[in-house]
């Protein structure tokens, strides 16, 4: 399953010490992620992705948010830096699920 989207980046800063940037993946995707991966989740619910953005593509997993009922996708400073992006940009984001 691939899904395409566009998404705000956006940080999650709930810790004191260190920052995290996300795209969240749209709200009918992330159902059927779920649906899909029932049973196949690893730590924290999480799903092995490929993701791509621009030029760049990574191995990662995406969460699941409960606060915004969506998966969320980690998007690395090396990927924000290379494709010149950051917090508060909208981006195309592919993301390739790697557990179903």
Sequence with gaps: MDVDFDAELWVWDARRDETWTFVSLPAEASAEIRARTA?????????????????????????????????????????RTAERVDAGDTVRVTVELLDA
């Design 39 to 79: 049973g196949l989740r690893r730590g924290f619910g999480s799903v092995r992705v490929r993701a791509s953005l621009g030029r760049s593509t990574w191995t990662t997993s995406i969460f699941p948010d409960s606060a915004r009922d969506t998966y969320v996708l980690p998007v690395k400073r090396a990927v």
